[in-house]
């Protein structure tokens, strides 16, 4: 089991684990305060969640003393805000509405979320921004308590927020601030065309992102390694420490840096089996 002697959240991803309550024992057994889950089957419309799920949820973490304050539920796959098929954005919608109420009930205090994509690639990236800021605010105006929390993306297949401008916009134009945050995944930036691999490098990512947003908006991080090359807009995550074209320099930058004190960081790495010698080797730093 690792050390924990920094002040920092580092968690993972259950990826597989669809049972509420089984994220709660599995986080125990890891050791980690911090983490992160579908609400549900990530590829399914309905979601069938009910009263005794979220009583045995509220069990478990009330059995072995973890806080809903680092854990970060991951929305569905389905959900595509930016859709220009409007069958599928009512769907997007609703799924989303219900996911923030299911977190609601779970006193959960973060929900984190794709923009989704520019499906039909027939609107223009500025009225897709304009699409989504209404959906959004009506979205919080319907629902209560829970951030939303946009990640930004790599890119690929017309996802929208691999441009840090645009996710700018976005929050910039929320009417409830204290609703809306910023996910970082270290693998979709640099895929998107933010290099990282140096701690000058860094420092410029993230003195941007304070400048064009603010850092007080950065809620969550998601610490990956990338497969594939600087700007491939490929979302493809690797192994902090095997097959990273990402290099070393984010992590201890995150790692060393007190603006990430408590507040979730997550890794969403592919090897479930090497979750414990990575979250070692983050805390060695
Ligand atoms: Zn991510």
């Given at each position: 089991m690792f050390l924990k002697i920094k002040n920092k959240q580092i968690g993972v991803h259950f990826k597989n684990r669809f049972t509420l309550f089984n994220n709660i024992k599995y986080a125990f057994k890891l050791n980690i305060n911090t983490f992160s889950f579908f609400?549900?089957?990530?590829?399914?419309?309905n979601k069938k969640i009910n009263n005794s799920d979220i009583y045995k949820f509220k069990y478990y973490l009330n059995k072995y003393n973890i806080k809903t304050d680092y854990i970060v539920p991951h929305s569905s796959y389905l959900i595509n805000l930016c859709s220009s098929n409007i069958f599928n954005l009512i769907k997007s919608i609703k799924l989303f509405i219900k996911e923030i109420n299911l977190c609601y009930e779970l006193d959960i205090k973060f929900i984190n979320f794709h923009l989704g994509?520019?499906?039909?690639?027939?609107?223009n990236i500025n009225k897709c921004i304009d699409n989504v800021i209404n959906i959004l605010n009506n979205i919080i105006n319907k629902t209560k308590k829970v951030i939303l929390v946009i990640e930004n993306s790599a890119g690929q297949d017309n996802a929208i927020g691999n441009n840090i401008i645009d996710i700018s916009k976005i929050i910039n134009n929320i009417d409830n601030k204290s609703r809306i945050g910023l996910c970082i995944d270290t693998c979709h930036a640099f895929a998107a065309g933010?290099?990282?691999?140096t701690l000058n490098k860094c420092d410029d990512f993230f003195l941007y992102i304070n400048k064009i947003i603010g850092l007080n908006f950065l809620k969550v991080i998601h610490l990956n390694g990338s497969?594939?090359?600087?700007?491939?807009k490929l979302d493809k995550h690797s192994m902090l420490?095997?097959?990273?074209?990402?290099?070393?320099a984010v992590y201890y930058w995150i790692m060393t840096n007190n603006l990430f004190n408590n507040k979730p960081i997550i890794l969403e790495t592919?090897?479930?089996?090497?979750w414990i010698e990575e979250l070692s080797w983050l805390y060695s730093i």
């Open positions: 609400l549900g089957n990530p590829l399914s419309w994509s520019n499906d039909l690639r027939n609107i933010y290099d990282l691999r497969i594939y090359k600087y700007f491939s420490l095997k097959n990273n074209f990402l290099g070393y592919p090897n479930s089996l090497k």
